[in-house]
Antibody
Framework: QVQLQESGPGLVKPSETLSLTCAVS?????????WDWIRQPPGKGLEWIAT???????HYNPSLKSRLSVSVDTSKNQFSLKLSSVSAADTAVYYC???????????????WGQGTLVTVSS | QSVLTQPPSVSAAPGQKVTISCSGS????????ISWYQQLPGTAPKLLIY???KRPPGIPDRFSGSKSGTSATLGITGLQTGDEADYYC????????????FGTGTKVTVL
């Protein structure tokens, strides 16, 4: 059974870098699929952040691209997110997810982590 | 802001049917598959429908999806109290600002 689990600090100071990791169990990242980050501000809708494949090829949300870095560690079967220069607007529940896709496109998200709330505050 | 528009809320009595619309454009819904997600309070979204009208294993046939042109619809029949949740549509947008996009979300209330 495929499971995804986010981890990282729940509180980040403004202007600092938000760092999260998603550990995947029950499925090897090297077997395929794309791996995504999605966030949801409190009381608001979903926003796709980024996609990465097993080779480390990435596709970023254009509105966040300048602050984003996503990487994959196949030896640990996990992938990570770094979002720099954060502000209160980056406060959200951050989800990692798995997606079938092709040519950098995520078709849909069939497995999700439980999500982790990251608050940006001094 | 989302490029896919959904009604903020829909409601119906138990056993009735509701439909949720998702409106987009040729750069997203018009040329790509749509998916639908159910988000129960305090939980992560769950895939309900993919590739316009396919259900993953374990999703009852009370849930159905369709697409026509630049709009899509999620239908829920035999409404149950456990269906009370937020529902989101999603697809890929192949415009200059390419990326995966979600709808604005619809709250389903069972009266």
């Amino acid at each position: 059974q495929v499971q995804l689990q986010e981890s990282g600090p729940g509180l980040v100071k403004p202007s600092e870098t938000l760092s999260l990791t998603c550990a995947v169990s029950g499925y090897s990242i090297t077997s395929g699929y794309y791996w995504d980050w999605i966030r949801q501000p409190p009381g608001k809708g979903l926003e796709w952040i980024a996609t990465i494949d097993r080779s480390g090829n990435t596709h970023y949300n254009p509105s966040l691209k300048s602050r984003l870095s996503v990487s994959v560690d196949t030896s640990k079967n996990q992938f990570s997110l770094k979002l720099s220069s954060v502000s209160a607007a980056d406060t959200a529940v951050y989800y990692c997810a798995r997606s079938p896709g092709s040519s950098g496109w995520s078709y849909y998200f069939d497995k999700w982590g439980q999500g982790t709330l990251v608050t940006v505050s001094s | 802001q989302s490029v896919l528009t959904q009604p903020p809320s829909v409601s119906a009595a138990p056993g009735q049917k509701v439909t949720i619309s998702c409106s987009g454009s040729t750069s997203n819904i018009g040329n790509n598959y749509i998916s639908w997600y159910q988000q129960l309070p305090g939980t992560a979204p769950k895939l309900l429908i993919y590739e316009n009208n396919k259900r993953p294993p374990g999703i009852p046939d009370r849930f159905s999806g369709s697409k026509s042109g630049t709009s899509a619809t999620l239908g829920i029949t035999g409404l149950q109290t456990g269906d009370e949740a937020d529902y989101y549509c999603g697809t890929w947008d192949s415009s200059l600002s390419a990326g995966h996009v979600f709808g604005t979300g619809t709250k389903v209330t069972v009266l």
